[in-house]
């Protein structure tokens, strides 16, 4: 049996920021929690999100989303919505700001703290806050999944939420948001859309349906990212890489990887996930594809490669040519305990959707590679 998902509606395409006031309507949003942070505010990208609500509207806005999520943050978002009287929120921001959202929702519902909640879906219910999400990134997909990951600090690894109730609304993609982003995030969150779409893709639950658009997402990234990366102004770019992010947080949906499991065992520093899932990356497709061949076959068409051997070292390539780090080291990633990382990465609820979850050992022999 195929299962159905669910996804959020979406607006998609230059200008739809217009729909946000309408949409709020819809779902009987009348006084929201803006989420989104200083970063947004001081480049002007809040401006236009603010220019679409009726200019006599006051807004409540938490703008102290770090970036990347914590508890602290989840927190001071709550606050910010009991003390404004709120009855909605609208994450405006990359998937730091709309992961914290997410996690502002359930608890505005939810008595207990966030990590009585952490792979426990079981005990999410529908108490939770309307979402719009709000996406100034193409890259990590929050806007459509229905999990989040919430670091307890900033220098702590991630555990996530998951729930059908975390998942937004409506999905507003209005590509002008994405115009202003500088080209290394352009680059790292582009290349974590990709993670998405091909760890969705190889992820062993069955539905033809996200393989189709996790495939198409793969093709929108290699032919459009660079060009995303090279002008900024690019709109044909900006536009095809927003949907590749979409069509990414809708791959999630059918389970993700040791990639991923490795990105979070290292998320324990404060570098960004999509830099770290996307280095992982061509090591972990060495290790899996062979229990995958069919489906990287037609992951290698995808990339416009005559062969699955080469796509480990096409990804690789594709890093390299877009100026992303190619190994922990590189990044200044101490070398720590080993064992104890391969333990984390291998109890990882990623390797569940894996078509080969790794063992300890193999996860040891990948960290070693990855550190350079």
Same mark, same amino acid.
């Given at each position: 049996?195929?299962?159905?998902?669910?996804?959020?509606?979406?607006?998609?395409?230059?200008?739809?920021?217009?729909?946000?006031?309408?949409?709020?309507?819809?779902?009987?949003?009348?006084?929201?929690?803006? %989420?989104?942070?200083?970063?947004?505010?001081?480049?002007?990208?809040?401006?236009? %999100?603010?220019?679409?609500?009726?200019?006599?509207?006051?807004?409540?806005?938490?703008?102290?989303?770090?970036?990347?999520?914590?508890?602290?943050?989840?927190?001071?978002?709550?606050?910010?919505?009991?003390?404004?009287?709120?009855?909605?929120?609208?994450?405006?921001?990359?998937?730091?700001?709309?992961?914290?959202?997410?996690?502002?929702?359930?608890?505005?519902?939810?008595?207990?703290?966030?990590?009585?909640?952490?792979?426990?879906?079981?005990?999410?219910?529908?108490?939770?806050?309307?979402?719009?999400?709000?996406?100034?990134?193409?890259?990590?997909?929050?806007?459509?999944?229905?999990?989040?990951?919430?670091?307890?600090?900033?220098?702590?690894?991630?555990?996530? #939420?998951?729930?059908?109730?975390?998942?937004?609304?409506?999905?507003?993609?209005?590509?002008?948001?994405?115009?202003?982003?500088?080209?290394?995030?352009?680059?790292?969150?582009?290349?974590?859309?990709?993670?998405?779409?091909?760890?969705?893709?190889?992820?062993?639950?069955?539905?033809?349906?996200?393989?189709?658009?996790?495939?198409?997402?793969?093709?929108?990234?290699?032919?459009?990212?660079?060009?995303?990366?090279?002008?900024?102004?690019?709109?044909?770019?900006?536009?095809?890489?927003?949907?590749?992010?979409?069509?990414?947080?809708?791959?999630?949906?059918?389970?993700?990887?040791?990639?991923?499991?490795?990105?979070?065992?290292?998320?324990?520093?404060?570098?960004?996930?999509?830099?770290?899932?996307?280095?992982?990356?061509?090591? #972990?497709?060495?290790?899996?594809?062979?229990?995958?061949?069919?489906?990287?076959?037609?992951?290698?068409?995808?990339?416009?490669?005559?062969?699955?051997?080469?796509?480990?070292?096409?990804?690789?390539?594709?890093?390299?040519?877009?100026?992303?780090?190619?190994?922990?080291?590189?990044?200044?990633?101490?070398?720590?305990?080993?064992?104890?990382?391969?333990?984390?990465?291998?109890?990882?609820?990623?390797?569940?959707?894996?078509?080969?979850?790794?063992?300890?050992?193999?996860?040891?022999?990948?960290?070693?590679?990855?550190?350079?």
């Amino acid at each position: 049996m195929v299962p159905l998902l669910k996804f959020p509606k979406v607006q998609f395409g230059f200008g739809v920021i217009e729909t946000l006031p309408s949409e709020l309507a819809e779902f009987g949003i009348a006084r929201p929690l803006f %989420v989104t942070d200083r970063g947004l505010i001081q480049s002007g990208v809040f401006s236009a %999100v603010r220019r679409a609500m009726p200019g006599e509207a006051k807004l409540t806005v938490f703008d102290k989303t770090p970036e990347n999520p914590t508890v602290e943050g989840v927190e001071g978002g709550l606050s910010a919505y009991r003390a404004g009287g709120c009855d909605g929120i609208v994450a405006v921001g990359g998937g730091s700001v709309i992961d914290t959202a997410k996690a502002v929702s359930l608890l505005s519902g939810h008595p207990e703290s966030i990590a009585y909640y952490h792979d426990h879906p079981e005990k999410i219910t529908s108490s939770t806050a309307p979402l719009v999400a709000i996406p100034t990134t193409a890259g990590t997909g929050s806007e459509a999944s229905r999990g989040a990951g919430i670091h307890p600090d900033s220098t702590s690894r991630s555990a996530g #939420v998951s729930s059908e109730y975390l998942v937004a609304k409506v999905a507003i993609c209005d590509p002008n948001l994405t115009l202003s982003l500088p080209p290394d995030l352009t680059a790292a969150t582009g290349m974590d859309a990709l993670s998405h779409c091909i760890e969705g893709f190889l992820a062993k639950s069955v539905n033809p349906l996200v393989d189709a658009i996790a495939l198409d997402g793969v093709r929108r990234v290699f032919s459009y990212l660079e060009r995303a990366v090279a002008d900024g102004s690019n709109r044909e770019a900006r536009w095809q890489m927003m949907m590749a992010a979409l069509e990414g947080g809708m791959s999630i949906s059918k389970g993700l990887g040791p990639a991923h499991a490795l990105g979070n065992t290292f998320g324990d520093r404060g570098f960004r996930h999509g830099i770290l899932v996307t280095m992982a990356l061509p090591s #972990v497709l060495h290790l899996i594809e062979k229990y995958a061949s069919e489906k990287m076959d037609r992951l290698a068409e995808a990339m416009g490669l005559r062969s699955k051997d080469a796509v480990p070292e096409a990804i690789m390539a594709f890093n390299a040519r877009l100026g992303l780090p190619l190994s922990l080291r590189s990044m200044g990633y101490p070398d720590g305990d080993r064992d104890e990382m391969a333990g984390d990465a291998a109890n990882s609820f990623f390797n569940v959707g894996s078509p080969h979850p790794p063992t300890p050992a193999e996860y040891k022999a990948l960290i070693q590679e990855i550190m350079g």
